[in-house]
């Protein structure tokens, strides 16, 4: 989808549709909904006195306004009570209002930007939010369908703003929400891939191709690179595949190249069978976005690096496969992970923790300010939190306040969840210096705690995202599937560190 960005009168635009919108309960509405009610003869005072149109959030009515207005077709949205208004609804009825002009075959859409007015929010934001919904809204996962009918029309929006002192945040906002929702749908294209076209190779390629694109460096350790660096734990996950791990690491400079930096580090596992500790075969299909994590750190290093952020961003990515071969991983197998660590093997389907162990390990190397992992860590996050959040754990409360911050403006909701001393205990072993899994009580709580054994001193956060980076069913601006979860929450947090 092309975006524009025009400083003129809605009413003048010469599209296939235009979009205003109405604040629930409104009788008389005023700006440029005002206007084209004027335009349109207070047919849209009649929509609402006829009580076919409310305002309600998502609401949409199509109106024809014939030869008054520039364009063939009008689309009214409604954005829900007026105090209510965040940029979670704005997204939200963006995506709505996209999806509707792909159901009427519209190709050039022009819209306002909501909530500017009487919603008061900033134009930079809200033009941001408008062009997020649009394009995440939109999103369909159609590479493997081979009839190419994808039923999308929309080619073009043009954001329509009246007030010419606003066009420097129009176009900065315009230009941030769509580099953010390709980095979202870089990661939600990735997730979606089948295990056996995104293999740990597959994936690493896909990242070093991005990288060339957007200018960021990027090395990729194979298997004899990684079995140098005594990466011991990614090899015990790998060794039971045909497929070879990879280690992959995306460098932003950002304007200071000698700054100590952020690193994101994403759970790559690009097919979780469990392992010897097999899972049952029901639903084991879905374990393709076990690289959920690494997903979302390829997408945010995308749009870091094409928004240009300030920041030194390093993104690690640990990728391997989980397969139970003749030489995989067994059930009370000790592995030393690479900071000397001794870990004795409960499950292999606590493989995740595993391979960001090393990871974790690796990112310590870089002295960072902050470190932030995502995974699909465990199904027992997805008990406790469901698909509507995240759940967060640190050690360290101005990080974590940080991280959910970002996940309130974004949408992705993060929250905190406690590492307490019971939990490290669950994970202490006989046999080695720590085991890799914890029982179910708490088991969340468990995994958090066993990657924070390898934490050193610096702020850490962990985002289990086994609940939100995959979804069955559609929302707003989320189709069902792969989710792309954590990409606007790490560009956000981020372009905050600015
Ligand atoms: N990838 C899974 C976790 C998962 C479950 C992600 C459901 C998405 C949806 C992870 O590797 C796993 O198998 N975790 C185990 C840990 C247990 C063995 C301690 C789990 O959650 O059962
Ligand atoms: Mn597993
Ligand atoms: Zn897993």
Not at 70 to 77: C, D, K, T, Y
Request: aromatic letters at 4%; one cysteine or more; hydrophobic letters at 40%.
């Amino acid at each position: 989808m092309v975006i524009n960005t025009h400083i003129g009168n809605i009413l003048d635009q010469d599209q296939d549709a235009i979009v205003v919108n109405l604040f629930e309960g409104v009788e008389m509405p005023s700006g440029a909904t005002g206007a084209m009610d004027s335009a349109l003869d207070g047919g849209i005072r009649k929509l609402i006195s006829g009580g076919d149109f409310k305002g309600k959030l998502n609401q949409t009515a199509v109106l024809y306004p014939g030869d008054t207005v520039g364009s063939q077709r009008i689309i009214l949205v409604g954005l829900g009570e007026q105090d209510a208004l965040t940029m979670e609804r704005v997204r939200q009825a963006s995506a709505t209002v996209a999806k509707k002009a792909n159901d009427l075959g519209v190709r050039r859409l022009g819209t306002i930007l909501h909530g500017t007015g009487a919603g008061g929010l900033e134009t930079e934001g809200a033009a941001q939010g408008v062009v997020e919904g649009s394009i995440l809204g939109t999103y369909v996962f159609s590479d493997y369908k081979t009839d190419h009918v994808d039923g999308q029309s929309l080619e073009e929006l043009t954001l329509v703003e009246f007030d010419d002192s606003r066009q420097k945040d129009l176009e900065r906002g315009a230009e941030a929400g769509r580099i953010i929702s390709e980095g979202t749908c870089l990661a939600r294209d990735l997730a979606s891939m089948p295990g056996n076209d995104l293999t740990p190779s597959a994936l690493a390629d896909r990242a070093q191709q991005m990288a060339s694109q957007t200018g960021l460096k990027c090395e990729i350790f194979d298997e004899g690179r990684i079995a140098e660096e005594g990466m011991r734990t990614i090899e015990a996950v790998a060794q039971g595949s045909a497929q070879p791990p990879r280690f992959i690491v995306l460098e932003h400079e950002g304007d200071r190249p000698d700054s100590t930096p952020v690193v994101i580090i994403g759970k790559g596992i690009t097919f979780d069978t469990g392992g010897i500790s097999i899972k049952g075969s029901d639903g084991m299909w879905d374990m393709k976005f076990d690289m959920g994590g690494a997903a979302a750190t390829i997408g945010a290093m995308q749009a870091i690096a094409r928004l240009g952020l300030p920041v030194r961003v390093i993104g690690v990515v640990a990728a391997a496969e989980n397969m139970p071969g003749s030489r995989a991983l067994k059930p009370g197998d000790i592995v030393k992970s690479m900071c000397g660590k001794t870990i004795e093997i409960r499950s292999t389907d606590a493989e995740g923790r595993l391979v960001l162990a090393d990871a974790v390990t690796y990112a310590a190397r870089l002295k960072p300010t902050a470190a932030i992992d995502l995974a699909t860590l465990t199904g027992a996050c997805v008990t406790a939190l469901g698909h509507e959040a995240s759940g967060l754990m640190s050690n360290d409360d101005a990080l974590a306040d940080e991280v959910s911050a970002a996940g309130d403006r974004t949408g992705e909701i993060a929250w905190r969840l406690p590492i307490l001393e019971g939990h490290r205990d669950l994970i202490k072993s006989d046999v080695a210096d720590i085991k890799n899994t914890g029982g179910r009580p708490g088991g969340a709580l468990t995994g958090g705690a066993f990657i924070e054994a390898f934490v050193q001193e610096f702020p850490w956060a962990h985002l289990d995202i086994a609940g939100t980076a995959w979804i069955g069913s559609d929302r707003p601006y989320i189709p069902k599937g792969g989710t792309g979860v954590g990409v606007r929450l790490l560009v956000d947090f981020v372009r905050n560190r600015t």
